[in-house]
């Protein structure tokens, strides 16, 4: 699929090794006291689902709490920003079924199902 097509792709956060490479806060600047929860679940969109030109890629937590969202001219960008944001933690992306509406519902439902009961962040 090249980066012009539709792209609704969703990756599991694993344990991370203790130390967030990267934070997310709400408006600039960075405010430590506004910082985002982190993420369990990554959604990437491109194409014809995405708000602009060019890919998104989405923070969840499992609980449906934003962690967090950017902008990337691509959808392999948005990859590469995810992989070095997350590094071992960041699970195989998957393919969001083209029958599903809404993709970020599905993306924080799956993170739910499989996460749940989770000990380790």
């Not at 990267?22 to 430590?32: A, E, G």
């Not at 079924?97 to 996460?115: I, S």
């Amino acid at each position: 699929m090249t980066d012009s097509q539709r792209v609704r792709a969703i990756a599991l956060i694993g344990a991370m090794d203790g130390a967030r490479h990267l934070t997310h806060t709400t408006n600039f600047p960075l405010d430590p006291a506004k910082m985002l929860p982190a993420a369990d679940v990554l959604l990437l969109v491109a194409g014809e689902d995405a708000e602009s030109p060019g890919a998104m890629l989405f923070r969840y937590t499992a609980h449906g709490e934003i962690g967090g969202d950017t902008w990337h001219p691509t959808a392999a960008d948005a990859r590469e920003q995810a992989g070095e944001e997350y590094r071992d933690a960041l699970g195989e992306w998957i393919d969001v079924p083209d029958d599903v509406a809404d993709a970020h519902a599905f993306a924080v439902q799956y993170a739910a199902e499989r996460l749940d009961g989770r000990d380790d962040r």
